[in-house]
């Protein structure tokens, strides 16, 4: 029996590495903001929680995942009727980190795909008519990373990360020799995202297996005592 009893004690000890998995910590906050020159907007993410030291911090990720769109019109007010192209210029997103750290996910291109329309010559009537026309929403999607493994001492605590985003374009009308664009709601929208990776600290997982070997073994002792 004792040697029955030892052996699952051996079993408990080589359990322990299974317990030192890394796990994450993840903090998001979402941004909305007008698309204007120098438009950006400052958020905050939690720093790091090690748990009274018995979490050690291995890897620190900062991310985005943002959207450029506006709701978009369009008159034609040339002589002649045109196929009319409207795209976004220079759209850009970028999350950078102003403390503690100076993580920076760089500048990430958005560009919605060519909307066109054909139009009739200019007849008149303000946003309406055959020269007129309504895109609705055109937008584009991405994403931006950017993570350290060093350095992390100073994202350990209570306190926040301090995250600017930047957002920048300008939409552009093409085919005929005059129009009129109407924009609404030109706007840079998404969400920022902190990953904390981190492992338990060796001596904590060496508590562990000591806790739970002698567990094992003091349930076997009372059932073949």
Request: proline share 4%.
């Given at each position: ?7 699952l004690?051996?079993v ?6 299974a317990?030192?998995?890394?796990g ?7 941004f ?33 995942t943002?959207?450029?769109?506006a709701?978009?019109e369009i ?5 002649s009727?045109?196929t ?9 997103l970028?999350a ?5 750290g ?9 560009a919605?795909?060519t909307a ?5 010559a200019?007849?008149?009537p303000?946003?309406g008519?055959?020269?007129y ?22 994202y350990?605590g ?12 300008a939409?552009?009308a093409?085919g ?16 920022v ?8 600290e ?18 076997r002792?009372r059932?073949?005592?």
């Open positions: 029996m004792k040697k029955l009893a030892l052996g004690v051996a408990a000890v080589l359990m322990v590495p317990m030192a998995r890394a994450i910590q993840s903090y998001s906050i979402g909305a903001f007008d698309i204007t020159p120098g438009a950006n907007q400052a958020v905050q993410l939690s720093l790091f929680n090690d748990a009274g030291g018995t979490l050690t911090l291995t890897q620190v990720d900062l991310s985005f943002g959207t450029i769109g709701t978009v008159e034609n007010d040339s002589g009727p045109g009319i192209n409207i795209d976004l210029i220079g759209g850009t970028q950078t980190e102003t403390s503690p100076s993580l920076d996910t760089g500048s990430v291109a958005l919605p795909t066109s329309h054909a139009v009739a200019s007849i008149g303000v946003r008519g055959a020269d026309w309504d895109f609705g929403t055109l937008s584009d999607t991405d994403s931006g990373t950017d993570f350290t493994t060093t350095g992390l001492a100073v350990i209570p306190g926040n990360m301090d995250v600017t985003v930047f957002g920048s374009g939409w552009s093409s005929t020799s005059s129009s009129t664009l109407w924009l609404q709601n030109f706007q840079g929208t998404g969400t995202t902190v990953d904390y990776t981190y492992t338990p060796p001596a904590t997982i060496g508590l562990m297996g000591i806790g739970l070997a002698s567990l094992v073994a003091r349930r002792k059932r073949y005592k």
